[in-house]
T-cell receptor
Framework: AQKITQTQPGMFVQEKEAVTLDCTYD???????LFWYKQPSSGEMIFLIY??????QNATEGRYSLNFQKARKSANLVISASQLGDSAMYFC?????????????FGTGTSLTVIP | GAVVSQHPSWVICKSGTSVKIECRSL??????MFWYRQFPKQSLMLMAT?????????EQGVEKDKFLINHASLTLSTLTVTSAHPEDSSFYIC???????????????FGPGTRLLVL
């Protein structure tokens, strides 16, 4: 089974609107971390936001927030007030366990296009 | 934040030659580094986990004799694509395990990637 599932290969959003990128995960570990990365056309992986499995509150970082629903095993990324520079690929990732040296599992990504 | 560099950023080579890609952690020591491969419009696929001073752990389906990984120091890991063929053309990204710092959520820092084109 896929560890991380992103079901939206492509999304469009009007500039200044909010958009939600879906991510579901599969793990039997009690301790895990969920990450979102942005990858523009240059290829670099830009860290956006992190949610720990024990965190009770949804993570927020500026215009990014993570809608964490543990029972549903979902970790959707919400981008508010979209900007043209937000157009990029977005990857959801999970690290199982507490060891920061454990590998990341990545989803297939969502291509976001912000329309002026 | 911490910086990871990769060199070269672009490489074009002839089929049959070997190519070495370097991954360096510039301001921290990384006991563990990871090598990923990404085809166009696809996700990152983990190739191997590289631990300083020991042999790399390769993912299933990755040929260890073709993709040689050396993690000789706490700040440098290298990936050598031996006898490269056109199907090895891809985007290779490394990441380094980050030191645990209070209030810092990132646990891996990614390099900018290396685009390999084998003719």
């Amino acid at each position: 089974a896929q560890k991380i599932t992103q079901t939206q290969p492509g999304m469009f959003v009007q500039e200044k609107e909010a958009v939600t990128l879906d991510c579901t995960y599969d793990t039997s570990d009690q301790s895990y971390g969920l990450f979102w990365y942005k990858q523009p056309s240059s290829g670099e992986m830009i860290f956006l936001i992190y949610q720990g499995s024990y965190d009770e509150q949804n993570a927020t970082e500026g215009r990014y927030s993570l809608n964490f629903q543990k029972a549903r095993k979902s970790a959707n990324l919400v981008i508010s007030a979209s900007q043209l520079g937000d157009s990029a690929m977005y990857f959801c990732a999970m690290r199982e366990g507490r060891n920061t040296g454990n590998q990341f599992y990545f989803g297939t990504g969502t291509s976001l296009t912000v329309i002026p | 934040g911490a910086v990871v560099s990769q060199h070269p950023s672009w490489v074009i080579c002839k089929s049959g030659t070997s190519v070495k890609i370097e991954c360096r952690s510039l301001d921290f020591q990384a006991t563990t580094m990871f090598w990923y491969r990404q085809f166009p419009k696809q996700s990152l696929m983990l190739m191997a986990t590289s631990n300083e001073g020991s042999k790399a752990t390769y993912e299933q389906g990755v040929e260890k004799d073709k993709f040689l990984i050396n993690h000789a120091s706490l700040t440098l890991s290298t990936l050598t694509v031996t006898s490269a063929h056109p199907e090895d053309s891809s985007f290779y990204i490394c990441s380094a395990r980050a030191p645990r710092l209070a209030g810092v959520a990132e646990t891996q820092y990614f390099g900018p990637g290396t685009r390999l084109l084998v003719l």
